[in-house]
């Protein structure tokens, strides 16, 4: 791909039209959302869905979400059961994926060839009338070269895909920090987690009045073979990670600051007490909260990231924190799994 200049664009009306006749002409446009950018195309338009894979260098076996306005254009995309109007009716617009049984509509390209489509209608207010003005479903992964960390400004869109793209809409920091919750409801009487969000499994469960399963991680070599990992490679175990290697920590303990290597970046759930102006010192959350952690998680990783540190050591969140602790908790497990790896059979974060 050759060389293109990236532009921020400030959400005008102005700008907005344009970036819709942008997408309607099967181009792409980074958005934002309430969990993490997106990079969009028309969903209908199979070669505009191509162009997504190739700026993130994502493989073609990793399916889409595509992004909706409701509930009723999401019926022109998936066979729509009660079950899934009542999840839609109870969490839409927000941060829950489904993934239905689709409909022809649904390009092969977008699903990488399933039977299944993923599908959210998101909260943020410039993804609503983007979605509004382009009068599409619009397919939006992370806006993020592939198995790196998802970004959360327009700065950490430019900084993965500065040149492979044209338009990022600014939107600010995104409020929530961390992808969707990804149900899968293809049968709607066996609900499973595919990947944890700040909806939790029990939310769920309350609504649907049945057990919700949690799908289990699947490492690289189940994903190549097993029957999970060809539903949802999104459930890789090596995902989200940094360049840096990340160790990851339940508690700072004597033991674990003494393996640390010299020039190690820690980050702290919470603020320590005795934090000065340290340099490599980072944390999550001034108080403990866990929505201010999974808002500033993906931000703290890549200033992590940039220090020109040997390994980061990051403490996990505390569990009974409830959802967004557990989603924080699934990608640093899966952003740490990459230093376990040899090295030769471990891909660089752009692969
Ligand atoms: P993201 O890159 O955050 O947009 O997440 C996309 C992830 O959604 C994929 O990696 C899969 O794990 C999941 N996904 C998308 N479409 C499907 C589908 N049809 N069936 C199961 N999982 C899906
Ligand atoms: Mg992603």
């Known amino acids: ?51 997504i894979f190739r700026a993130k260098r994502r493989p073609a076996n990793d399916p889409l979400i595509v992004h909706v306005l409701n509930i009723d254009q999401a019926a022109t995309l998936a066979e729509i059961s009660p079950a899934a109007i009542k999840l839609a009716k109870r969490f839409w617009p927000g941060p829950l994926t489904l993934v239905l049984p689709r409909k022809s509509s649904v390009p092969d390209v977008v699903t990488s060839g399933r039977d299944s489509v993923a599908i ?38 430019r900084a993965g895909l500065g040149g492979r793209i044209r338009y990022i809409l600014d939107g600010g920091p995104c409020a929530v920090g961390v992808e969707s919750t990804i149900l899968d409801l293809r049968d ?95 944390w999550l959350t001034r108080k403990g909260d866990a929505r201010e952690a999974a808002r500033n998680l993906y931000a703290v990783l890549r200033k992590a990231d940039k220090g020109r540190c040997s390994q980061i050591c990051i403490e996990s969140a505390p569990s009974a924190l409830g959802a967004l602790a557990a989603a924080i908790n699934d990608r640093l497990t899966r952003a740490a799994t990459k230093r376990q790896a040899p090295a030769h059979s471990s891909p660089g974060p752009e692969g």
């Open 1 to 51: 791909m050759n060389k293109i200049t990236t532009s921020i664009l400030r959400p005008t009306r102005t700008n907005l039209r344009r970036l819709a006749a942008v997408l309607r002409r099967g181009e792409l446009v980074a958005i934002p959302t309430e969990t993490v950018y997106g990079l969009a195309a028309n969903a209908l338009d199979a070669q505009a869905c191509q162009k």
């Open 120 to 157: 959210r209608s998101p909260l943020h207010p410039l993804a609503r009338r983007i979605l509004g003005l382009t009068g599409r479903p619009l397919a939006a992964p992370s806006a993020n070269p592939f198995g790196y960390i998802s970004p959360t400004t327009p700065a950490h869109v």
């Open 188 to 282: 709607s009487t066996k609900p499973r987690i595919l990947r944890p969000g700040a909806i939790s499994r029990q939310e769920i469960s309350r609504v649907l009045r049945c057990p919700v399963a949690l799908g289990q991680r699947v490492s690289p070599m189940v994903a190549k073979h097993g029957e999970a990992g060809a539903l949802a490679p999104g459930l890789l175990e090596q995902h989200y990670s940094p360049k840096t290697p990340l160790v990851l920590v339940r508690r700072w303990t004597a033991g674990v600051i003494r393996r640390a290597p010299r020039n190690c970046a820690f980050i702290h759930f919470k603020k320590p007490a005795s934090a000065g102006r340290v340099r490599n010192v980072f």
